[in-house]
Nanobody
Framework: QVQLVESGGGLVQAGGSLRLSCAASGRTFSVNAMGWFRQAPGKEREFVSACFWTGANTYYGDSAKGRFTISRDNTKNTVYLQMNGLKPEDTAVYYC???????????????????WGQGTQVTVSS
């Protein structure tokens, strides 16, 4: 089992920044990739960003490109999402997810992940 706890959400004005954290615990040695997703009220879950647990490759959804940066600290078993230039349309609950099995699905698909955090609310005011 892997437990994920997100933090860092909150209320911010448009143009502001937030850094989300996702701390993993439990069988973290089995994690091979981490992702961030978000879901706004009445909308489907949306891929935000992902990275492998080792290596430098990172992936971003169209809404995140150029504004968000994913990073990780393996010593702390923590993944971060730095969000700059926030817009009201970024308002959503943000979830982190961990993958422990190698699957054919892309890291952009929620189906590839085995564990999910409880989510953290991000609200961007105009």
């Amino acid at each position: 089992q892997v437990q994920l706890v997100e933090s860092g959400g909150g209320l911010v004005q448009a143009g502001g920044s937030l850094r989300l954290s996702c701390a993993a615990s439990g069988r973290t040695f089995s994690v091979n990739a981490m992702g961030w997703f978000r879901q706004a009220p009445g909308k489907e879950r949306e891929f935000v960003s992902a990275c492998f647990w080792t290596g430098a490759n990172t992936y971003y959804g169209d809404s995140a490109k150029g504004r968000f940066t994913i990073s990780r600290d393996n010593t702390k078993n923590t993944v971060y999402l730095q969000m700059n230039g926030l817009k009201p349309e970024d308002t959503a609950v943000y979830y982190c997810a961990a993958r422990t099995q190698i699957r054919a699905q892309s890291l952009r698909s929620g189906l590839t992940y085995d564990y999910w955090g409880q989510g953290t609310q991000v609200t961007v005011s105009s």
